[in-house]
């Protein structure tokens, strides 16, 4: 999403009071051609995937593409003269509606050969478990330290193998990819990186090797945040779960 169109977004909540009166009489929706002329004369460069009718009274679903791999989402009323967006929240269901869908519509799955594509990856392996969870994770991530003892307790007590790859987002840590290259060129593993080593050698198989992670990260699979963890069916979550979540996929409490 364009970075002027988000607080645009934010912006133009609404609280919708009498969905009979003057929102969607029609029940329909406009179409894409439609609203597309809209959104243009407002923000430019906003492109619709899709327009559906929704569940809830009176609007309609808006599906933006923000990239290849990410998806947005707000809502228009029948005729395309509002945009709501925000939070939505169903009463009754207790529950985020907007959220719920951008989970769905954002949710990433990845096939057998890009599973294999993912294991040629990894640069340090824990645990001798066959429950085998990906650890996408930049060095000085606040987030992903969160999730290194986590991952250490349950690969210690047998219950998964933690699988890392090592993904240094260097705009925002300016150390990390330096820290990233020496984990691999000094042959160091997933104990070094929790106590956060960081050497001195920039071997040039191991500035090679952390480029082939962003290269595939980004550009393949649409992984640009960290921490993000890949499981053995292929989905694919990016930021904080915790022990419980990792359990459920293997069926295991």
Known sequence: MTKKFVPLMLSLSFILVGCSKGLGGSGGCPTVKEFQKK??????????????????????????????????????DAKGNYIISGNIIDIAQKK???????????????????????????DLTYGNSPNVVYFITDPDCPVCKRAEPVLENLAKEGKITVKTILLPLESLHPEAKNKSISLICDKKGFQDLIQGYKGANLCASGKEKIEKNIDFMFNKIGVTGTPAFIFPDGEVVIGWVGPEFILNKFNLR
């Open 96 to 122: 985020d509606i907007i959220r719920e869908e951008m989970e769905k519509l954002n949710k990433k799955v990845l096939d057998k050969n890009t599973l294999a594509e993912v294991e040629k990856l990894v």
């Open 39 to 76: 959104l243009d004369n407002l923000q430019p460069g906003i492109q619709i995937e899709k327009i559906e009718k929704s569940p809830i009274p009176g609007l309609c679903k808006v599906v933006i593409k923000i990239s290849e791999f990410n998806k947005a989402l707000f809502y228009t």
